[in-house]
């Protein structure tokens, strides 16, 4: 059996979750829900990474410990993964024993492999990225992402031979040439590499809110470096070597673009300094944008979009759950920049859930339900539409299976267009009760149940009550994608339901 090994980041803590947050688990959720139709044994990680100055800043100025703020805000996390149907295996958070153990571990291997040693580091920090800037990197003494002015930090640190990794590196990417997906990540990262690389400072004596350095106690982790061995954590490094054997292999990171350095460049070096394999794949997803600008918790504070206005959970209760996760995977290429606006939701609403998906299940449920009895007839073997559902079966098969859930539901939905045009040809409402309309009713009936095997990875409940509305019993995820997305499989063993409207039209100016 295959076996499929996803992860998101882990969101700080220092603020709610969303909608940018959102963008990354829907999709990571969605690949995950395929390989599970597939049948491949999946592993799907999440969670919140909970230290730092960033999030010790936020307990304090909310007046309560680090640990309480962790509690309080990483609950949110799951609430808004529950609003949304996310189907995580495992949740990490890196206040967590298990994750303790795990870095302590590793990073004491890291250690006696002869890969970190004491210096004195001095530079620029921004606390938003939790992260270092050379002069040059930055915005004249500001942070490039965040707009704010560096610190200038000075600190007796632990270093990472990150230098000792550039040819093994390059050695890699070159043996990996998919290690980095979009390709344009991929080079921005081997260029990074090229760029030469300097030593990094990993452990901090200016704050405590972290993981203690297991052979210095004055010193915790930085932030980064704890959180990047999370993914081990969950597939037990340390504690059980058999299971980081089975999911380390197949294991791939879905990132935002901003992180790439911190995945790309520094997590595979030192997974070579433990002694193992990187990654196997890291995927680089673009930045949802509010009128040009990217959501940041930094940017809302400083007034310059409202995110409270769009958390995830009040998408969900204005617009419904699949609707917001259908949006989410279908507007924007996993890889591009994309815009984020209320009138974008509502037009993919309309147009392709509404007008598309729901018409065509409304139009022959009705047909169905006057001229047959509400029985739903059989397809042909050799219909005008196979050719149609079985190119959009392998079109969005190949999708899935290369993360890009745009052109997976562009080419679902292709069938559902077929299926509309072919009802448009046909006309079944003008045809007689009769051979030719039970055909046809059965072929557009048949093209539906493939569509909801489809697109359930995206649309989880809508396509459980399409299915079980077309008569069928069960779930479109009972069988594997493989043998049920087949034409010629639709038997219903109970009566077509035309319910209510699956979408009921939203308003423009709603
Ligand atoms: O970076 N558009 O956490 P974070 C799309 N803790 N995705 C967005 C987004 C936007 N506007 N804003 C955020 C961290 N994201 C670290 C990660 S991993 C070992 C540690 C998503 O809370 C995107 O996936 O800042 C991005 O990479 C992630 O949130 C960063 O979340």
Not at 137 to 161: I, Y
Not at 185 to 209: M, P, Q, V
Not at 255 to 273: L, N, T
Request: hydrophobic share 40%; glycine share 8%; proline share 5%.
């Amino acid at each position: 059996m295959n076996r499929f090994y996803v992860t998101t980041p882990i969101y700080y803590v220092n603020d709610a979750p969303h909608v940018g947050h959102a963008y990354c688990t829907v999709n990571a959720d969605a690949v995950a829900r395929w390989h599970r139709l597939r049948g491949d044994e999946t592993k799907f990680l999440t969670g919140t990474d909970e230290h730092g100055q960033k999030v010790a800043d936020a307990a304090a100025k909310n007046g309560v410990s680090p640990q309480e703020w962790t509690d309080r805000t990483s609950l949110r996390f799951r609430e808004a993964w529950d609003a949304l149907d996310v189907s995580y295996d495992d949740f990490i958070r890196t206040t967590e024993p298990r994750h303790f153990e795990t870095v302590q571990k590793f990073l004491t291997q890291v250690y006696e492999n002869g890969y970190i040693y004491k210096d004195t580091y001095s530079g620029l920090y921004c606390v938003s990225c939790e992260d270092y800037f050379t002069l040059e990197a930055s915005d004249e003494g500001k942070c490039p992402v965040h707009g704010r002015p560096l610190t200038q930090m000075e600190e007796d640190n632990w270093f990472f031979r990150l230098s000792a990794f550039e040819d093994r590196l390059l050695e890699f990417y070159a043996a990996n040439p998919d290690f980095v997906s979009p390709e344009t990540k991929y080079n921005e990262a081997h260029a990074f590499i090229k760029g030469g690389l300097k030593d990094i400072s990993i452990t901090r004596t200016s704050i405590d809110w972290g993981i203690p350095v297991p052979w210095d106690d004055k010193h915790v982790f930085y932030v980064w470096y704890d959180a990047l061995i999370n993914y081990l954590t969950a597939i037990g490094y340390g504690r059980d070597d058999d299971e980081v054997q089975e999911w380390w292999p197949v294991s791939n990171h879905l990132v935002g673009k901003e992180i790439i350095r911190f995945h790309c460049v520094w997590w595979p070096a030192m997974c070579m300094a433990a002694g193992l394999d990187p990654v196997h794949h890291v995927q680089v997803h673009g930045w949802l944008l509010v009128g040009g600008q990217k959501l940041s918790k930094t940017m809302a504070a400083e007034g310059g979009v409202r995110l409270t206005d769009i958390s995830p959970v009040l998408l969900t209760d204005e617009y419904g759950v699949d609707p917001i996760r259908y949006y989410l995977l279908r507007e924007t290429a996993l890889g591009n920049d994309g815009d984020f606006s209320l009138e974008g939701i509502t037009a993919r609403y309309n147009t392709d859930l509404a007008n598309n998906l729901g018409n065509l299940v409304a139009r022959v449920s009705t047909i169905v339900a006057g001229k047959c009895d509400g029985v739903g007839p059989l397809p042909q073997a050799e219909a005008p539409l196979r050719d149609a559902a079985q190119r959009a079966i392998a079109d969005t098969t190949e999708a899935w299976n290369r993360f890009a859930p745009h052109h997976a539901l562009e080419a679902t939905w292709g069938l559902i267009g077929a299926t509309n045009a072919y009802l448009e040809n046909t006309a079944p409402w003008k045809l007689p009760a009769g051979d030719e309309l039970r055909a046809v009713l059965g072929n557009a009936l048949e093209a539906i149940r493939i569509v909801t095997i489809l697109a359930t990875p995206a649309m989880p409940s809508i396509c459980q009550q399409i299915w079980e509305r077309i008569g069928l019993t069960g779930s479109p995820t009972d069988g594997l994608v493989g043998d049920t997305a087949q034409w010629g499989l639709y038997q219903p063993t109970n009566p077509i339901v035309k319910g209510e409207p699956l979408f009921p039209r939203i308003k423009a100016d709603s």
